[in-house]
């Protein structure tokens, strides 16, 4: 990618690299960018080039257009560090509050750690994202201070979740805050602190999701239209939680009906096909820039009457403190598993990784602007896959810059096109579906 390509966040989205994160409009000094939801593409920002002062501050914060990975440290678990960056500890776990642990999207350890940290006094707030009456279908970032706070945002949103548009939320506390995001939020978070010393002293520990990648808010109209329900109609909406790894739920306004879909259905067949384009080139799916990070251990067989489980990673010594800390005051039940376990439970992600190298070398080649990495150790993750997964890496994605125009900026029309909510049902969902991943 060079400076030609990419000067503003308007370039960022036109060439599709934006990831939705928010961080752009938060920190903007001069308040000239604005987030928008484009249905079939995710959260994108749009800046007012009349009020934009040149500064750069929003791509220097900018997660999608590139990121450098830590140093390695003799303290990391040597057989994980290339494919999944520092990881100190590995466990399996759940909250030990049974109401957290069945409301919790996995085994509900991210709120549970969040409750711990607020109780004991380590921090003051958690900033992460949730839903906001009457707005059930969108995600915004929020302070919790509570655990009933925390409990109501259990649970993951497989749609667009701005969480870096609250970090001036984060300005207007007085104490410490816990941030809760995905890999590439906490990414956000990493180059705002570096900028920002204010910012920097009040994040008492920062906590990932593992991310597959984010769905566009298309991925749920198609659930809706599925169920034939009008998304204005909706009252209440989870995407799994509620045991695991729990249904997809959707409740209508004025009305007892509550519908479900396995997360089989809802996650495998329709939201994984609405993936952001700048998920597949993500670096970092398990949260390696974060104290903490949490996904599913996936290694286990599922079970509807299962409350729920987490695999925990340690990442640094601070998210070694406060995971101990939690476990010892009794928020958290956990053991240490075989770093294995997580190879086991995340092969999906491993597998991006390791195409990671081909894919970008394809969008070098065909002079598509794409992400800067370094100290990902891609190419020798690029040499664990197979000869023909290495050739499919590569030309897969020419076959896909050439068949889905990406070698083309996006023209500002389509940046705009919004879908209102009560035509969503009407989507032309195999070309949402193109459109997209
Ligand atoms: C888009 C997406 C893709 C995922 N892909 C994978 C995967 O491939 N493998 C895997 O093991 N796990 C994946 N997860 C993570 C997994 O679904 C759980 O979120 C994670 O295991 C934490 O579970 P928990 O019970 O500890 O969290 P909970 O205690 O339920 O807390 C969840 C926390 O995450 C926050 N949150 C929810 N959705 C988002 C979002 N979209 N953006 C930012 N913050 C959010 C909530 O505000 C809440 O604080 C994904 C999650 C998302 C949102
Ligand atoms: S990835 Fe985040 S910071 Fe970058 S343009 Fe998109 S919303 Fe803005
Ligand atoms: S896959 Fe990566 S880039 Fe996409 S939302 Fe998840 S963490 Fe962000």
Redesign the pocket.
């Known amino acids: 990618m060079t400076d030609k390509d990419i000067n503003n966040?308007n370039d960022?989205?036109r060439w599709r690299l934006?990831?939705?994160?928010?961080?752009?409009?938060s920190v903007c000094p001069e308040k000239a960018v604005t987030?928008i939801d484009i249905p079939i593409r995710g959260?994108?920002?749009i800046a007012d080039l009349t009020k934009c002062q040149k500064c750069s501050t929003?791509l220097q914060?900018?997660?999608?257009?590139g990121m450098c990975s830590q140093e390695r440290s003799s303290d990391d678990i040597a057989e994980l560090s290339k494919a999944w960056g520092p990881v100190l500890e590995v466990w399996e776990g759940y909250a030990c509050d049974p109401e957290v642990r069945f409301k919790g999207s996995s085994g509900g350890a991210v709120t549970a750690l969040s409750i711990y940290m607020l109780q004991s006094g380590t921090a003051s707030s958690v900033l992460h994202i949730g839903t906001k009456e009457p707005a059930p279908l969108q995600s915004v970032p929020m302070i919790s201070k509570t655990r009933l706070e925390l409990i109501a945002q259990t649970g993951s949103r497989y749609a667009p979740a701005?969480t870096?548009a609250g970090f001036d939320l984060i300005d207007e506390q007085n104490a410490p805050v816990v941030f809760v995001g995905k890999p590439?939020d906490v990414v956000?978070l990493k180059k705002a602190r570096s900028m920002d010393e204010q910012l920097n002293s009040r994040i008492a520990c920062s906590i990932s999701i593992f991310c597959a990648g984010t769905p566009a808010t298309v991925g749920t109209y198609k659930i809706l239209s599925e169920m034939r329900v009008n998304p204005e109609r909706v009252s209440k909406l989870r995407y799994r939680g509620n045991g695991w790894p729990g249904m997809t739920t959707v409740q209508e306004k004025d009305s007892p009906r509550r519908q479900h879909m396995t997360y089989k259905e809802a996650w495998g067949r329709i939201l994984s096909k609405f993936g952001q384009f700048r998920c597949r080139f993500c670096p970092d799916s398990t949260g390696q820039f974060a104290d903490i990070s949490c996904g599913d251990p996936w290694c286990r067989q599922t079970n509807p009457n299962d409350p729920g489980r987490s695999l925990i990673l340690v990442r640094t010594e601070l998210g070694k403190k406060n995971l101990h800390a939690a476990i010892a005051a009794g928020h958290i039940e956990a053991k240490r598993v075989d770093p294995s376990t997580l190879w086991r439970s995340q092969k999906a992600l491993l597998r991006r990784k390791r195409h990671l190298w081909g894919r970008l070398t394809a969008m070098r080649i065909m002079h598509v602007p794409f992400p800067e990495y370094s100290g990902f150790d891609l190419f020798a993750n690029w040499l664990d896959l197979s000869f023909i997964e290495k050739i499919r890496s590569f030309t897969g994605t020419i076959r896909r810059i050439i068949a889905r125009k990406w070698h083309k900026p996006l023209a500002s029309e389509s940046i705009e096109q919004t879908i209102p909510a009560q035509t969503a049902t009407r989507i032309d969902f195999q070309n949402a579906e193109e459109e997209t991943v």
């Open positions: 966040v960022v989205t934006c990831l939705g994160c928010g961080a752009c409009e987030l959260i994108r920002p929003c914060v900018c997660p999608a257009i701005p870096c590439c956000a």
